[in-house]
Nanobody, 114 residues
Framework: VQLVESGGGLVQAGGSLRLSCVPS????????MGWYRQAPGKQREMVAT???????NYADSVKGRFTISRDNAKNTVYLQMNNLKPDDTAVYYC?????????WGQGTQVTVSS
C-alpha cells in the first residue's frame, strides 16, 4: 500500500493550505483515514481522522480551523487548513488503516511564517 501526499508548502500566518492524500488501494477498503504531524523535537500527533461512516475527530488545537474530508470518486482524502499559525509548522503525514494494518505516507512539509 502506498500513499501519495501533496499540498504542503510555505504560507504566512492566517493563510490556508489544502493537503491531499491518494492511497494505492480503493478508499472503500479503508477503515480509518487520518492526518498526523510531527514538529522538530516533538512526538508525532494526531491532527484529524475520518472513518468509513464519515465521522470525524480533531485535535483540540486545530478544531474550527482544519477540516478533514474524503472524495470517494477521486479516491482522495483532504485536509483543509485555514487560519494557519506558526505552531502548525510540521511534517504532515497521511495515515490509513486497512484490515488492522497501519500505513503511512512519506510526509509533506508545512511551514507557517509569522
Amino acid at each position: 500500500v502506498q500513499l501519495v501526499e501533496s499540498g504542503g508548502g510555505l504560507v504566512q500566518a492566517g493563510g490556508s493550505l489544502r493537503l491531499s492524500c491518494v492511497p494505492s488501494v480503493s478508499i472503500f477498503s479503508i477503515n480509518i483515514m487520518g492526518w498526523y504531524r510531527q514538529a522538530p523535537g516533538k512526538q508525532r500527533e494526531m491532527v484529524a481522522t475520518i472513518i468509513t461512516g464519515g465521522s470525524t475527530n480533531y485535535a483540540d488545537s486545530v478544531k474550527g480551523r482544519f477540516t478533514i474530508s474524503r472524495d470517494n470518486a477521486k479516491n482522495t482524502v483532504y485536509l483543509q487548513m485555514n487560519n494557519l499559525k506558526p505552531d502548525d509548522t510540521a511534517v504532515y503525514y497521511c495515515n490509513i488503516i486497512v484490515l488492522g494494518t497501519t500505513h503511512w505516507g512519506q510526509g509533506t512539509q508545512v511551514t507557517v511564517s509569522s
